[in-house]
Structures are given as C-alpha cells and as structure tokens.
C-alpha cells in the first residue's frame, strides 16, 4: 500500500505541508478520507512551472520511440496500482468498481494508443517542398515543416472522470504525446487517487531517465494554483474539462488576460441533443425509450455527452410516458461530490417549478413545446445529472427552428430511419454546424477512444471547435506546425531528412509518399 | 475599363452611396483617387451577413472540384483585369509596377494552389475506423470523421499586399476552398483595386452558378464595420493581417468579448531576428550585409518577415559600417499610406533619440548592445519601414539571453556554418520556439507559397501561433474536425464513404491507406 502523503509532487520531490487543505471525503458515507492534502504555494506553482520549461528542451527532443515507452510505462504503473487505485477512486467518487476498471482499462488503452502513434511517427504531417535554384524570377528555397512540440502544457483533472480525464487522462496523454511536459492540477474531489496516478507517472518520468519537470501534480484548495498555472509566462497551452463558469474563468485568464494569449482547450457544457425522427418512432420507439433512458441515468447523468435535450413530434405521448415509467423507476444513485449534487437538485427543482415545464412520473423527465423552449433560454442550459427534457416540436419547420436556437454541443444524435435521414437532409446538415459528433441511431454517452473520434465541438462545447479532446487527433492540441527553411539535411529533424529515416508518410512536392 | 462605383458588393448588388465616405489616394503625387468610397452600414453589414449564412447552406456541400472550378474562375478573372488592375493597384500604393505583376502572379498562383489542393481532396485528413458489433464488454461503433467547413469568415484585406493578402488573397483562397463564404472588409488605403479584385470574384460566384451571398466585400471608414462583423453571431471564423493595436482590438472583439468567442486569426507584429553566428561572420561576411541590405529595404521595408533585429558578435565592426554605408545610400522609396510613413518617420526618430541606441551613417540602421537592449522592451517593437537594429553580444550565453527575451516571431534566420549549427544547437532549438518559420542562411523577406510553409508564429506574431496563413496548411484555420458515428454509408460525405469514390488518402483503422 502507498503511503499517500497529501502534498504535491513537483519533479522528483514533494511539496511543503504548507497552503491551504483540502481533503478526500466519501460521497456515499459521507465521511473525509485521509490524509489532509495541501495546495501548493506560489513558490511551489513556480518551481513546477520552471522545472516544466527546462525539461522542454530535453524532452521536445526525445524521439517518438522514447516517448512511447515512457507512456507504456504510466500504463504499466497505473496497473500495477490494481485494487489500491480502484479502492481509493471508489471511496472519492462513489462511481462502482466495475466503471473505475473500465475507466482504468481506458486511460492505459488510450496511453498505448498515443504510444503507438508517436512510435509510428506519421502524425506530425512532415511536408516538404524541395527547393529549385534556377527558378525564375526568384530562386526557390527549400521548404520542409512539420508539427512540434508546443512547451509546457497545464491540465486541470475533471471530477467526473477520476482517471480518464484527469492526472492520467487523455489530455496528459496527448501533450506527452506531442513531446511536451505536464502539470496537472489535481481535481479537489479524488485527491488521493490522483496522488496514486501521480505518483505512478512520476515513477515512470525516472525509470525512462526522463528529467524531472516532465511531469509536476498540484494541489489546490481553491483556485489560485490554477489561476496562477494559466497566468504564468512559461505555460503555453491548457486542457480543461468541466463546468462553464471555471472554463470561462481559465479561458479568460489564458487567452483574454494574458499578455501573450495561449490555446487553452476548456470543454465546458453540452445538453447532446437527440432528434427522433418520424420513421425512427414507428419502427423502434419502445427500443429507443429504453436506449435513452439507460445513456440518461448512465452513471448518474454525470457526464458530459449526457442527453439533455430530445426533440420529439408533439403527438408521440406513448414515448413520453414509457420514457416517464422507466426514469421514475430508476433508483438514485451517489452523485460524485455535494456540490454537483445539490446544483442538480436546484436545477430539478427549477425545473418542476417552470410555469412552462410539465414534469412527467417522478423529477427527473420534463417536457415543454417549441416556443415555450425558444421563450426560455434557462431551458437550454446543461444540468448535469440523470435528467433530461423533451421539446416537442409539430413539424419540420418548428424542428428546424429548434436547432437552430441551439449553442454548439459535444454531440448530436439522429434517430430515423434511411428515408428519414434524405427527407431530413437540412435537420442532419445543421446539427452539423452545432457538434463536433454526429451519432446515427444511437446514444452519444461512450465515447470510443480511436483515431477518428472527434469530442469537442462550438463554444460552449469547448472553447476551441476546432478540435478534439479524445482520440489521437486530441495530439494537435499541443503541437504547432514549424518551418525549417534551406537547413542541412544533417541539422533537420528526422522527420524531415531526406532519406526519411523513420520511414513516416510525408507530403513530399504535393504528392502524399510512404516508405 | 471597369466604372468604379465607389460602394460596397453585397451578393450580385450593389450597396447604397450612405455610408461614410473614404477615397483611393496616390501616397507618390498626394492626390485623392476618384470615386468617393461609401462605408457599408449596419443593415448593409447583416444583409452581407445573412446572405453568407444562407450561402453556407449550399456552398458547404460543393464538391472539391466545384471549389476548384470556382477558384480557377477568380483567378482568370484577375488575370484578364490585366493592366487596369496594376495601373490601379500602383496609383493608390505607389508599389512598383513588376513588384503588382509578381503580386498578381502569386495571387492567382495561390487561389490555383487552393485549387489543386481541394480537387485532389486528401486535405480533409479522413480518418475511418470500423465498427465490431461482437467487442466485449461493450460493441465498438463505427466512427468516421473529417475536416468540414466552418460557416461564415471575415476576412481583412492588408495594406502592404493589395493583392496577395487583400479581396483574393491568402485568407480568401483558404476559405473559400475550405467551403466557406467570405466577407472582405476592403482595406481603405486601396478601394480601387478592391473593388475591381471584388467585382472578379462576384463574376465568378455567378458564373459558376454559386449562391451570391458565397462573397461580399465592404468598405469602411473606420471600425464599425469591422467590428460589427466579428461580432456577429453568423460569422465563424476571421482573418486579419495588420497592425497590432488593430489585431488586437479585433480579437478582443472576436474571441474575448463575444458570448461565443470564434477563431480569430491575426497576423500582427513581428521583427523577425537574424543571428549571425561566428562561422558564417568568418566565412561570407560581405554577402550576408549585402543579402541583409536587400532584405531590409526591399519594398521599403513594408513586410510582415522585415529583419528588424539583427543578434550580431561585437567585434564585427566591419559588418556593421558596410551595411551602414549601404542604408546610408538607399534611395528613399515612397510608403504605402501618409499614416505609415508618419509612424515610421517617428519610430526612426524615436531611435536616434535613444540615449543607448546608436544611429550608423544614415538614419536607417540602429546599433546597440545586449544590456541595453534587455533593459529596454520599447526596442523589440516592430518598427514598420526600411530599417533594422543590430544588438551585439559577447557570448553564446548572452546571444542565448538575448533570444530568450523575444516575443513570438513570424521567422528567425540563422547564418552560420554547418559547424556552427552544431555548436550552436541549443540557439536553434531556442529559436524553434519563438518563431512559426527557421531560416538557415538566407533572408526572411518572399514567404514561399507551398505545401510546407509556415506563416505564423507564438503571439504577437500571430493571435493563434499553431497556424500558417500562407500555403496550403492555411485551409485548416477554416475548417473543423467532424464525427460521424454509425451512419448509414450513403449518408456519409463521399470522403468518408466505404468505396472512397474520391480516390482520397485515409487513415483507416489507424493504417494510411492510398487508393
């Protein structure tokens, strides 16, 4: 067993027992966990921030094998943890021991996945345009870029998601990826299960004779460690995940505040809306009620791509009242902290209070027409837990007004069948526009780890659309493309030698080339 | 020749005479152009607006190669404006003839590039990985994504590239091969060449059958309109090359103000430092001053990529009274606008008064040393126009502290031997962090428009430093990553259709595949 120390890890040491405390507690007895945690003082963020910049010019310098072996070896150490890591994430968080496996067996995975791809070596795009020395008027240079490492990159750990998105999570594991160091500021609510993790990937750091700054934990009773993390000079990109206003709040002191603004990917609030299409209702409503009732109470409601939002033909009372049955019927479960449990009750109670809302069987289904929905923007806003609203809609035009009524989403999900899908092309083209996924006949909570999934999407999904927070492409993030004009071939990177040493896919004169 | 009509395109009409009024001015003989130019107004801003919006609809779902067909279409249609364009282009920036002609070449060059790019289709980096209804303990879905359209940009025509960054330049291409409508708010220092490059583009939206609201192009006085269109809640995405101050108000405007901030792509202050390295002071000093002189005053000194701070050894005494006697004897060359020749006239006077500043020969080339220089930020400003200062250092470890203290640049140039790239490593791997694009014993001045190049760099160079606006990596500020999950495959764009009927690279199931 480990003994959890309760301070954070800087490089190689540990911090001083000296800020503010904070500390586990057990949601489902209600009881604090020890040991105390202390945050780290401002000295501390500093000494993190500055061992992170210096081990920038090493490890932007490792080779896409080094950097493999060093995330297979966080993944061997998180596993190595086995019952210890499941036992302390469940008494934090309540979530059950079968979900904190599978999250631990998707955090390695995804681990792996980014090894596999920075071993392979072909995501950093390497182009090059040879030079022509007798071109005319002007000569042409040599031109060869590629992605590179970004500096050190800061990542906030999400309470809903005690390992996957947080000290080992997906963002880490991309900006590993990329080649560029890490802190992480500890979520307050799994403290020890991120010392456990942190403690497994600093471990990781030695064993691959890695210098220390690669990799710092944080703790942070309130939010000056991370105010001061995304404020300080040497910082150069940031990942979050979680609610609107602390995305808003990052968001505004990385990139508005700043002097020198940097990318700061905050994934903040989606309601996922799902549209039932007419010929989905006649073919399968009792399967897709069932199918929506289990991704709504799936762990509590407690996730991100959660349906918050169904839009249903006014007339479809049967699908209300079986969805109505089952959610009444749904046992309550342990929400991750008090304060995402008593928000969610305020936000119930908000709701079986709205003039316009009609609340169907117990507290947790609601259901309003169109123009009641478009009159109330409150409506559209996530409350995060086991609830959903239904928004009836009479026909395409009222459906289409819907959507477009909508902020931008994480996800988007069509029920219908294929006549549906060519007779509601314009309902598919523009739930496009909101979402960064589009799921067909399905449910949006999962969300598969693999090269071609896309979780993100418009603000306030995340504050950059562009991009991804899982799956290989959430790479991107922390690299920027660099140029390097008529280097020797000698003083490039291998990448972008001529003989192609790594024998990665290039873009060479325009024409894609494998080895 | 075309009759200038003085009022802002929107779709295939014409705007009302209402607005404010601005006029063409020729900075080499001091007298207003005719027409009278009106602002566009705030109706007229929603209007272009709204039919940008509703061109989304249908220009989103073009094929590549009807993108191309429309590119190419510009880019003859400029071709044949012929010399009308240059005669125009020359009265109202007092830019060289051949220089407007390279200009036009490059253009058009570039919107054929975006061309080749978007019909051949692999940019769209597709990305397959297929489904197993049989994976335990949970299916895997079938997941498919791409680079799709972002909606409607804004993009802001430069002063010193009146073609080449202006109504068709880089920013355009990109999006309109992207699928995106544009909006140009014309730059007022040429209106002219505006409106005759405008006209091209709203020809060739016609003559390829596209919906008109796919461009518009608007005047403005001041800064409403350019303000009132980064804050409309219909524009996506914007693009700007300029000065500081405006960059930044308009991604204050974009990103920070806005409830749903969008990317905002400013280019805006660079000084583009060049490091002479003992090897190459050795072996080729005479043609490095000679290579630099040409660079610094090339056009007056009036690009993005100027060398404005030379990092040079401090005994190269020589080095610096040769290039001093060739500023000494440059011709004065007439500024593009009265305004920029006035800020340059007061930054060069702002330097001679500088107590630690010394001026060499004329008033063009500025010396000082590493001390001062670090003690002194208001010397790391660009200062836009014919002139460069060089700072001198002892050591390779004040040469170090000297690029530690750089801001983000668009480039930085190395002269050295091959010998010195291996001593001098850590100042390259430095160098690699500060700037979008590395040189190696040339001159950063002519960004070569290829698959490769990178135009960008950490912020002030750019407000988003991960990104290029010139060549074809370009395409991607304008677009974002889209999922599509389980869909039937005739639902699917064709990029991500199981026959890969375009005949694209992919990334399927993690393997690149080349059909």
Request: net charge negative.
């Amino acid at each position: 067993m480990t003994d959890l120390q309760g301070t954070s890890i800087i490089g190689f040491h540990r911090a001083g027992p000296n800020g503010k405390t904070l500390q586990g507690f057990n949601p489902a007895t209600g009881e604090n966990l020890p040991p105390v945690y202390h945050s780290a003082t401002g000295s501390e963020v500093d000494e993190a921030v500055q061992l992170a910049h210096a081990a920038f010019a090493v490890y932007s310098q490792t080779t896409g094998a080094e950097r493999a072996r060093f995330l297979r070896r966080i993944a061997e150490n998180i596993e190595a943890l086995g019952d210890e890591l499941i036992t302390r994430a469940n008494s934090e968080t309540a979530l059950p021991e079968p979900r904190l496996r599978n999250e631990t067996a998707r955090t390695c995975g995804q681990l792996r996945l980014f090894a596999d791809v920075v071993e392979e070596g072909s995501w950093v795009d390497a182009r090059i345009d040879h030079g022509d020395r007798d071109r005319k008027p002007l000569p042409k240079p040599d031109v060869r870029s590629m992605f590179r490492p970004i500096g050190p990159v800061v990542v906030f750990g999400a309470s809903n998601f005690p390992l996957a998105f947080s000290v080992a999570g997906g963002d880490s594991a991309s900006a590993f990826a990329a080649g560029d160091p890490v802190i992480v500021k500890a979520h307050p609510a799994h403290p020890g299960t991120s010392e456990l993790v942190g403690l497994a990937i600093a471990d990781a750091v030695h064993g691959c004779a890695l210098p220390e700054g690669v990799f710092s934990l944080l703790y942070d009773a309130g939010n000056e460690v991370a105010l001061a993390l995304v404020k300080h000079p040497l910082i150069k990109a940031g990942g979050f995940t979680g609610s609107r206003a602390g995305g808003r709040a990052l968001f505004e002191a990385a990139v508005c505040s700043r002097p020198n603004p940097i990318p700061f990917y905050a994934e903040m609030s989606s309601i996922n809306p799902v549209v039932i299409l007419p010929g989905a209702l006649r073919e399968r409503s009792d399967q897709i009620v069932s199918g929506l009732h289990g991704s709504v109470t799936l762990g509590a409601g407690q996730f991100c791509t959660n349906p918050g939002l169904v839009l249903l033909s006014e007339d479809a009372h049967d699908f209300v009242n079986k969805l109505g049955d089952l959610m009444t019927n749904t046992p309550e479960q342990t929400m991750l902290t008090p304060a995402i449990s008593a928000s969610y009750k305020n936000g119930v109670s908000a709701r079986m209070n709205h003039a316009g809302v009609q609340t169907i069987g117990g507290a947790a289904l609601f259901k309003t027409d169109s123009s009641q929905f478009l009159a109330s923007p409150e409506l559209a806003a996530e409350l995060f837990g086991p609830s959903t609203l239904v928004v009836t809609y009479t026909d395409r035009q009222q459906l289409i007004e819907l959507i477009n009524s909508l902020e931008g989403q994480l996800t988007a999900t069509i029920h219908g069948s294929e006549e549906d899908l060519l007779e509601y092309k314009e309902v598919v083209r523009l739930l496009e526009t909101k979402a960064g996924r589009l799921v067909f006949n399905g449910f949006p909570t999962g969300v598969e780890v693999c090269h071609a999934m896309v979780h993100g999407g418009p603000y306030p999904a995340t504050s950059e659309g562009r991009s991804s927070s899982v799956g290989t492409r959430a790479i991107y993030r922390f690299a920027r493309q660099v140029c390097f004009q008529d280097f020797p071939n000698s003083a490039l990177p291998a990448e972008l030698q001529d003989e192609n040493p790594l024998g990665i896919r290039r873009l060479v004169d325009g024409e894609t080339s494998i080895k």
